[in-house]
């Protein structure tokens, strides 16, 4: 069983930054991938960026290539989502979700999720 737990969420004008973190309880957590989505109000939940184990290699959704940047550090059991260059069509709620599969970019790939922290970026 693994648990996550998000942080880093808030309010923040367009073009500026956040840098989300999930932190996950176990020992194992170098044996999952790890993916970011995002669900904004009304509207599916969304692939954001996954990472391998061993954090060497990453993929994005096209809109937040060259913005964001996913990394992890498996001595902390942490996952980081670094956002840049916000844009208002960014806010959601971000969750963070660790799985046994890689790349994977929907939601069924994944065994565990976290709560989710809000992202607002105002215009």
């Known amino acids: 069983q693994v648990q996550l737990v998000e942080s880093g969420g808030g309010l923040v004008q367009a073009g500026g930054s956040l840098r989300l973190s999930c932190v996950a309880s176990?020992?194992?957590?170098?044996?999952?991938?790890m993916g970011w989505f995002r669900q904004a109000p009304g509207k599916e939940r969304e692939f954001v960026s996954a990472?391998?184990?061993?954090?060497?290699?990453?993929v994005y959704r096209d809109s937040v290539k060259g913005r964001f940047t996913i990394s992890r550090d498996n001595a902390k059991n942490t996952v980081y989502l670094q956002m840049n260059s916000l844009k208002p069509e960014d806010t959601a709620d971000y969750y963070c979700?660790?799985?046994?599969?890689?790349?994977?970019?929907?939601?069924?790939?994944?065994?565990?999720w976290g709560q989710g922290t809000q992202v607002t970026v105002s215009s």
């Open positions: 979700a660790a799985g046994g599969y890689y790349p994977a970019k929907i939601t069924t790939r994944y065994d565990y």
């Open positions: 176990g020992r194992t957590f170098s044996r999952y991938a």
């Open positions: 990472i391998s184990g061993s954090g060497t290699s990453r």
